[in-house]
T-cell receptor, first 114, second 114 residues
């Protein structure tokens, strides 16, 4: 069975400090992994995706994530938080199942303090 | 601008009423999806469609129906709304054939059932 666990429901960081949002997955297949961001009252926007190429994936707005198969993790990082990064972040795993099946984590709300 | 259009943006509905949420995409994606988003539960799949003319049940299909008469449109119908269907609904699409399998989301429809 496939699953996604986001280890923190809320994360608070000060502006200019690093961001770490943690995600662990479970999959019987070789998964595709994604991070999406949702700003208040908006839809979800793709930040980055891993699809079995380079294990370190760079996304938009300075975010990156590293796929670690041995740890079944796909943590999202950013060296320096900006106020505009305050949002909810979703880790998603996709596995082929007839069509692609997408499994969402429950989300991590990032708060950035001035 | 290419993407997904959802309507209405927001709606308040009396219990027992019928409601259709509209979703239109102009990217010629073959797969489309309806999710509901509830606090603490992330996104849950209601129904999906791999291609025009076919639909399938997701994780929480009860009380909802969909149709896919053509590639672009994927309406979601609540035949007799109940308060537990109060939620934010997101339509999404993906181009499965290209192998990209990235989900593109609409801006959402906020539904309140009283």
């Amino acid at each position: 069975a496939q699953s996604v666990t986001q280890l923190d429901s809320h994360v608070s960081v000060s502006e200019g400090t690093p961001v770490l949002l943690r995600c662990n997955y479970s999959s019987s297949y070789s998964p595709s992994l994604f991070w999406y961001v949702q700003h208040p009252n908006k839809g979800l926007q793709l930040l980055l995706k891993y699809t079995s190429a380079a294990t370190l994936v760079k996304g938009i707005n300075g975010f990156e994530a590293e796929f670690k198969k041995s740890e079944t993790s796909f943590h999202l990082t950013k060296p320096s938080a900006h106020m505009s990064d305050a949002a909810e972040y979703f880790c998603v795993v996709s596995v082929p199942s007839g069509t692609y099946k997408y499994i969402f984590g429950t989300g991590t709300r990032l708060k950035v303090l001035a | 601008i290419a993407g997904i259009t959802q309507a209405p943006t927001s709606q308040i509905l009396a219990a027992g009423r019928r409601m259709t949420l509209r979703c239109t995409q102009d990217m010629r994606h073959n797969a489309m999806y309806w999710y509901r988003q509830d606090l603490g539960l992330g996104l849950r799949l209601i129904h999906y469609s791999n291609t025009a003319g076919t639909t399938g049940k997701g994780e929480v299909p009860d009380g909802y129906s969909v149709s896919r008469a053509n590639t672009d449109d994927f309406p979601l119908t609540l035949a007799s709304a109940v308060p537990s269907q109060t939620s934010v609904y997101f339509c999404a699409s993906s181009d499965v054939d290209s192998g990209a399998n990235v989900l593109t989301f609409g801006a959402g429809s906020r539904l309140t059932v009283l």
